[in-house]
């Protein structure tokens, strides 16, 4: 097949690829319009409020024209989604300052916070799920399966207020809130990975087990090849795949749903930011935040299915009949 066939193709799938992702980003700004819609409470009102403002027929009135609250439905999405294509995100209602600023400022923390928890859990589930599934049914194993059961068990808010208590109450060794040190990082982020530290753990302990069991891991046992070799290019290898695919839905919940751990240690994240505007009806701050975690949500979602397409044999062979 000549060259210029195979690069037609090939652009044929970047273009299907394009298309996708612009049907889910079209989806997911739908989604976010519809939502704010759908809750309780009138926007004019809360905007009038946070400026001030008496609310009265004629305010309610000019706020709706204002706001475009006065234009049907449809006008309404396709006003609103022309701004943010044009990079207008609009401004809070509550702070009167540009909602894109506010968005810069609370991204980074977040983003801290759950790069570190993920590289905790990283280290300490994968430990575990070694460790005990190369010790299986050994009283080391039971302990492990113990301890993830009791991890995934706890309640986040609990967890929080418990570890507070200890380490900064009692103890004095830990700050409850702020960003400045290091040192305000670990208990934000060890409460956010508990429970995921449990059932990453079983996971990874479940997959290494049935891999174990393969004819080929066996065969390796049999004729004595050390542990440190069979673990590395046999059990973890053949299970990246699974392994990769829970990370990074990890990775999406670390950066996305720390909104109740933010709010309890005071991390000024994007969680933290998202409920105070919602407490008071911050329309602006909302959607754009509703928008920010669809779209991390896709781009997370878009590099695992990178990662797989690049370590499953399988699909390389079907990616290579696409292209020849």
Known sequence: MNIKKINQKFILYLIKQIILLVLALFIISLLTFSLIKLTPGDPAINYLKASHIPVNSETLKNARIKLDLDKPLILQYTNWLSEILKGNFGK????????????????NPTIVLGLFSFLLLFLISFFLGIIS???HNKVCDYLIQTLAYFSVSIPQFWLAYLLIIIFSIKLKILPVSGQDE?????????????????????????????EMQSPHVQNAITRGVSQYYIVINHLLLNSSITIITVFSSNILYLCTGSILIEEIF?????????????QFGDLPLIQISLLFFGIFAIIINTLNQMFVHFLDPHLKTNRKRLFL
């Open 182 to 210: 290091f040192k305000n990082l670990i208990l934000p982020a060890f409460t956010l990975i508990t429970p995921l530290i449990g059932q990453t753990t079983l996971l990874i302990r479940k997959t290494l087990i049935l």
């Open 266 to 278: 005071a991390w000024p994240g994007l969680g933290k930011m998202f409920i105070t505007a919602v």
């Open 133 to 135: 599934a190369l010790k």
């Open 92 to 107: 809070s209602y509550i702070q009167n300052e540009l909602v894109i600023k506010i968005i810069e400022r609370a991204v």
